[in-house]
Each structure stands twice: as structure tokens, then as C-alpha cells.
């Protein structure tokens, strides 16, 4: 045996000590944080300067203001577009804005646990590949043409109006509809319907985090606590929501981020009232108002980086 892996080792091609190839191998090998920064320079330097870079551009444009006589933007640093960000009007959009991610993170997180928890303890085979698939197959699909699609459903002549009034339940609906605060003219022009847009499709986006993180818990632990005498609901908030907590909070860092900044399905589906994402593209351009639109798009990083400073201290990462 150890006649053959010597004579393996005399017929190995090796290249010469004096080529460029061993040379450059020879560096790498002495120096391997050169060979980490070369292979991470060009994808850090594109993150740093198109993305970090054109982004701290943008927002410092919110250190100006416009000239209410010219209309131009006057650059000198100052906090009048701050100000102005808290104005009753400007104020009434983040509220909506936040409370609107914080039900879809809410319902998404009620929704996806049962399922994440039978395809995490229950689905084995081809039953696992089928919840996979009925997962992931809404995301194969245009985003745009999902938003459309629900467009039609919630639309006064859409199915789920038939349906409604096929049960004896249109009343229900109008009633529904009339409450200023979630209704509008149909489910296609209101909160309610925005509301469910969101949560179909985000929802992908919270099941396989916490998924993920049901399937890192022990079946043993759960049984041990049948064997203490725990009821289904302790075991559930003693057990398995504490170990499940990390997919939840990476679930809900998709699901809330993406409701903060999203445009196109408040545009489509909701109501006259602006969110976020509609008001920074309302505010941008050269007949609109830049620094304003910059202090919008602040918003969602503040709101973002004060949640996961939140959730690292409460140890929501550890287990990441």
C-alpha cells in the first residue's frame, strides 16, 4: 500500500517551484488574507460604492431643504425636512405605514406556525417535497401579475364578492366596507384588501424561517414535557416558541421590512391614502420634493435598525 501512494505521489504532475502559478500559490498560502481580500474585493467594492455609497448620497440629501419661492433645493444643512417629516400629514402616513407591516408581520406569524410546525414534525417523503413546492410555487410567479390577480378576485364583480353573496353574506361585506378606518368602495380599493395582498405575499417568507427553526427542535423535548405533566398550550409557550423565536424573527425581518418600503401593492390595491413607498416616489423627481423623499426613505432604516438591535438583544440570533 505504501509502495503504490509513493509511486502515486512520483507520477503527481507538480508544477515547478519557478512557474507563476506555484509562485502566486506560494503567496496565497503565506499570506492568506491577500487571497481573502482580493476574493472579496470586487463584491465589497461594488456593495460600498454603488449600493452604501449611492444610498448615504441620497439620504444626505435630506440635510437640505427646498426654497419655497424657487422650488430648487437649497444646500445648506439643515432640519427644516425633518420638521417637515413630522407634520400631521406626513406623520399620519409612517403611522399607517408601521401599524399596516406590524398586522401583516402579526398574521403571517399566525398563519405560517401551524403550517411550518406540521411540515417541521409531520411531513415526511413526498408529503415533505409537496409542502415545499406549495411553498415556493407563488414565488415562481411575476409579482406583478399575483397583485393584478388579486386585484380581480377583491374587485366588486371578482369571485370573492360572488361568493359573499352566494353564502347570504354581501351585508356583511357592506357592513365591513362602510367602517372609514379599513373599508373603501371595494376590497380592491381599501386597507382590508391591501392588507390581504400583503399577507399572501409575504407569507412564503415567514413559513421557512420558522420551519427551519422547528426543525432544529428535538422531538424529545416536546415529549419530555408531556412526560412532566405540561399541557399543550405550556409546552407550546415554554418549549417550542422560545427555541422557534429566531425563525420568527427572521420571518418577520422579511415580512415587516418589505411592507414598510413596498410601492406597487399599496399603488395597486390600495386605497387614496399614501404609504411610505408611494410617498418617497410622490416626492422625488425634479417637480417633486428630493430632501423629503430622502427623509422618507430614512424612516423604514431607522424603524429596521432599532427592531433587530431589539430582537439581538433579546437573544433572538443566538440560535441563527
Known sequence: MATVTQAHRENATVPPAGTCSARLSDVFWRNPKLFLALLLGLPLLWLGVVYLGSLAVFLAQSLFAIDDFSGLVTYEPTLATYRQLFSDANFDIILRTVLMAASVTLASIVIAFPIAYYAARYAQGVWKAVFYLGVMLPLWSSYLVKIYAWKLILAKEGILTWLFSQLHLLWLLDAWLA??????????????????????????????????????????????????????????????????????????????????????????IGSSRLFIGQAVYAQQGTAGNLPLAAAFTLVPIVIMGVYLWAARRMGAFDAL
Open 179 to 268: 367602517i372609514p378606518v379599513i373599508g373603501g368602495n371595494s376590497l380592491s380599493v381599501s386597507y382590508t384588501g391591501t392588507f390581504l395582498v400583503f399577507v399572501y405575499v409575504w407569507l412564503p417568507f415567514m413559513i421557512l424561517p420558522i420551519q427551519a427553526a422547528l426543525e432544529r427542535v428535538s422531538g424529545s423535548l416536546v415529549e419530555a414535557s408531556a412526560d412532566l405533566g405540561a399541557h399543550p398550550r405550556q409546552t407550546f409557550r415554554h418549549v417550542l416558541l422560545p427555541l422557534a423565536l429566531p425563525g420568527i424573527v427572521a420571518g418577520s425581518i422579511f415580512t415587516f421590512s418589505l411592507t414598510l418600503g413596498d410601492y406597487i401593492i399599496p399603488q395597486i
